[in-house]
């Protein structure tokens, strides 16, 4: 029997380092916004760079650490995911579609920006424009992550090691609250990748939600879990069968969810 794709794993982030010294080179994300019409594909190197750098702002700018809970109020978007593996780097907890009232820190897209004001530590907010762009203007009381994380350094290292047992994740799962460490995460996710039938190289299709386990698991974690990878779509309702069979064939896509 073949084992598991990062069989020693035990945090998400470890899963990404993984994923790095395996072949760096090939593409983990590729994000479809059909509203802008526009296509992002970021090879593993890339979104690792990604992450390295918005985990410093993290660490170094915003002073988050492993007691912290960071409330994501975030689409599913390729930003989204380096968000997700930035905080499990340092070390925080991420709460997709959390309550800021009751987080250390908020990152929000332009959608949440009044319900982010809630939050009385960092507030981050993320355009989501084409390109990574940057805001028009920027939101007051708002840190713009387009104009911060650019020059943040290339390579992270956590000022303590991440704890696989401490808390990493708060989600929901049938709208049943569901809280786990990284050790766990990890768990679900091999779980998750068996379940779907995922193998190394796989291309996973999701165009769900990242404010449940459901999405999180096709959107990102069986996927990394798995040593294969995925394409998010955003805005996408209003596709024909022949556009989504169209994507499919040209994304070389081996399972769509939902």
């Known amino acids: 029997m073949t084992a598991p794709f990062a069989a020693d794993a035990r945090t998400p982030a470890e899963l990404l380092r993984a994923a790095l010294g395996e072949d760096s080179a090939r593409p983990l994300v590729t994000f479809y916004d059909d509203l802008s019409g526009e296509r992002v594909e970021l090879s593993v190197k890339t979104f690792d760079n990604w992450v390295a750098k918005t985990a410093n702002l993290l660490q170094d700018e915003l002073n988050a650490g492993p007691e912290d809970r960071a ?15 930035a ?8 709460v997709p579609g959390g309550d800021p009232a009751e987080a250390a820190l908020v990152v929000s897209g332009p959608d949440g920006l009044q319900a982010a004001q809630a939050c009385s530590g960092e507030r981050v907010a993320l355009a989501l424009r084409p390109l990574g762009g940057r805001f028009p203007q920027r939101p007051d009381g708002f840190l713009d992550y387009a104009a911060e994380v650019p020059g943040q350094g290339d ?3 956590p000022y303590s090691p991440v704890d696989p047992q401490a808390p990493a994740l708060e989600t929901s799962v049938d709208g049943l609250p569901l809280k786990l460490t990284g050790e766990q995460t990890v768990a679900l996710a091999r ?6 039938g995922l ?6 299709l999701s165009t769900e939600s990242f404010d449940s386990w459901a999405g999180l698991e096709a959107g990102l974690l069986a996927p990394l879990a798995a040593g294969a990878s995925v394409v998010l779509c955003r805005n996408s309702a209003q596709l024909t069968e022949e556009q989504w069979a169209a994507r499919v064939e040209a994304e070389r896509v081996t399972l769509r969810l939902p």
């Not at 779980?191 to 779907?196: N, P, Q, S």
């Not at 193998?199 to 996973?204: K, L, N």
């Open 155 to 157: 390579r992270f290292a």
């Open 191 to 196: 779980e998750g990748a068996g379940r779907l």
């Open 87 to 94: 905080c499990w780097s340092v070390g925080v907890t991420a």
């Open 199 to 204: 193998e190394r190289g796989a291309r996973v």
């Open 71 to 85: 409330a994501l109020l975030l689409p599913a978007h390729w930003q989204t995911a380096v968000w997700l593996l």
